[in-house]
C-alpha cells in the first residue's frame, strides 16, 4: 500500500501534539509567522518530565527536547540520547517505571543535538541503530560524544524487542539525509524529530532541509 509523507505527517500533527503540547504556548497561527518570530521562545521550557503516551510507550522531555522510549519484556527500547545531561535523566525516568535495562537506542537523524551522550547507555550494553547515511556524517565530522551505531538499515527497519515492536520509516532526505520516522505498535501516533514540532511545523528557518524532495513512501 502507498502512503505519502503528507499523510503520515498529518496523523503525526493530529495525534502526539495533544499529547506533547505544552499548556498556555504560542497559538499555531503565531508559531507559523516567518523568523524572526518570538512565539519560538516558547521551545525554551525549563526542567524535565516524563509522559506515558500508550502501553509501555514514554516521552522523555527535558528542557525544549524529546525522546521517547518503550518498556518490553526483555529490555528497553531508548530513542535520541541528546546530551549526556539529557541522557542521564531519561536513564533515570526509565528506572522510574522499570527495571529493565536499556538494550537499544535508536537515532532519529544526525544531528548532534539529538544524538550525544550515549555512553551510559552503551555502558550497559546497549546496541545502536541508525540509518545507514548517519555513518558517513558520524565519520565526516567526529564527535567524541556520538556512540557509532552497530546496526544501520537502507530503506525501512522493524526493531522487534521483547515481544513489542517499533517500526522505523526513511522517506529519503528532507531534515538531514538519515531522518527516520518512529511508529511504535502502541497507540496511534509517530515519533517525528524536527520535521513536525508541538504546535509547529517544521521549524521557521528550516535549517538542513531538502524540501524539493516530497516523494511517497512504499
Ligand atoms: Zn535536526
Same mark, same amino acid.
Given at each position: ?11 503525526? /500533527?493530529?495525534? /502526539? ?7 498556555? @504556548?504560542?497559538?499555531? !497561527?503565531?508559531?507559523?509567522? &516567518?523568523?524572526?518570530? =518570538? ?6 521550557? $525549563? @526542567? ?12 522523555? =522531555? ?13 529490555? *528497553? #527500547?531508548?530513542?535520541?540520547? /541528546? ?9 533515570? %525516568? ?6 529493565? &535495562? *536499556? ?16 555512553? #551510559? ?7 545502536? #541503530? $541508525?540509518? !545507514? ?13 556520538? /556512540?557509532?551505531?552497530? *546496526?544501520?538499515?537502507? +530503506? +525501512? ?25 518512529? =511508529?511504535?505498535?502502541? @497507540?496511534?501516533?509517530?515519533? #517525528? ?5 508541538? @504546535?509547529? %511545523? ?7 532541509? %531538502? ?8
Amino acid at each position: 500500500m502507498k502512503r505519502g509523507i503528507t499523510n503520515i505527517a498529518f496523523v503525526a /500533527v493530529l495525534a /502526539v501534539t495533544p499529547a506533547l503540547a505544552w499548556e498556555d @504556548g504560542p497559538s499555531l !497561527e503565531e508559531l507559523m509567522k &516567518p523568523a524572526p518570530n =518570538r512565539a519560538w521562545n516558547g521551545f525554551a521550557l $525549563a @526542567g524535565h518530565s516524563t509522559t506515558k503516551l500508550a502501553d509501555g510507550v514514554y516521552a522523555f =522531555r527535558n528542557t525544549g527536547t524529546r525522546s521517547i522510549f518503550m518498556v518490553t519484556n526483555d529490555g *528497553v #527500547i531508548a530513542t535520541d540520547p /541528546v546530551s549526556e545531561t539529557h541522557a542521564k535523566l531519561m536513564r533515570e %525516568a526509565i528506572a522510574e517505571v522499570t527495571d529493565q &535495562p *536499556v538494550t537499544h537506542v535508536v537515532y532519529s537523524h544526525e544531528h548532534w543535538d539529538h544524538v550525544q551522550g550515549g555512553q #551510559i547507555f552503551k555502558d550497559e550494553g546497549a546496541t545502536f #541503530i $541508525a540509518h !545507514e547515511n548517519c555513518v558517513r556524517h558520524f565519520y565526516d565530522r567526529p564527535n567524541p560524544n556520538i /556512540v557509532m551505531p552497530d *546496526v544501520t538499515f537502507s +530503506d +525501512d527497519y522493524t526493531l522487534e524487542v521483547g515481544g513489542r515492536s517499533m517500526e522505523l520509516m526513511y522517506f529519503g532526505p528532507n531534515h538531514g539525509d538519515c531522518m527516520v520516522v518512529m =511508529r511504535p505498535d502502541a @497507540g496511534d501516533f509517530l515519533f #517525528i524529530v524536527d520535521l513536525v514540532t508541538s @504546535g509547529g %511545523a517544521p521549524l521557521g528557518f528550516m535549517p538542513d532541509y %531538502a524540501p524539493h524532495h516530497c516523494g511517497t513512501h512504499a
